[in-house]
């Protein structure tokens, strides 16, 4: 996702939202879209690398289908993070996702939830509830 004035032919407005996103995520991991996993959003000023990392998921839980389906959840409408999104998006930031696949075999949805545990217990994500407490992180 990209603040409102950045320009590109492969960009689509967000729903009645801040900004825009690309929506070929099919291709930006073909192998991977239609998994269980993890995923984590990073939010960067354009043109720098310092990513601040601020939130991680997982899929395949209740209504949450494959990674493509939960990240352009969020790239369309926000999801439960549509606040979040929107002040980040507001204030120049772009966010990126990358996503990492649960072992292909029966328990995905067990292993996408493990990994995204241990993530929690590791690491503060400041836009997760969960072992976290939701902050704002961004300068």
Known sequence: MVPPE??????KQRRNQVGL???SIKNAFPNQAEHCG????????PGQHNN???YVGSTCRGKRGSLRDRILEYCRNGSHKKDLINDALERGYELWVRVKISAPRRNCREDAERMENELLAE???AWNIRNNAVRSILP
């Open 123 to 125: 690491y503060n994500y």
């Open 38 to 45: 993890i995923y984590e959003w990073a939010a960067r000023l």
């Open 6 to 11: 950045i320009v590109g032919s492969n960009l």
């Open 21 to 23: 996103y690309c929506s």
């Open 52 to 54: 601040r990392v601020v």
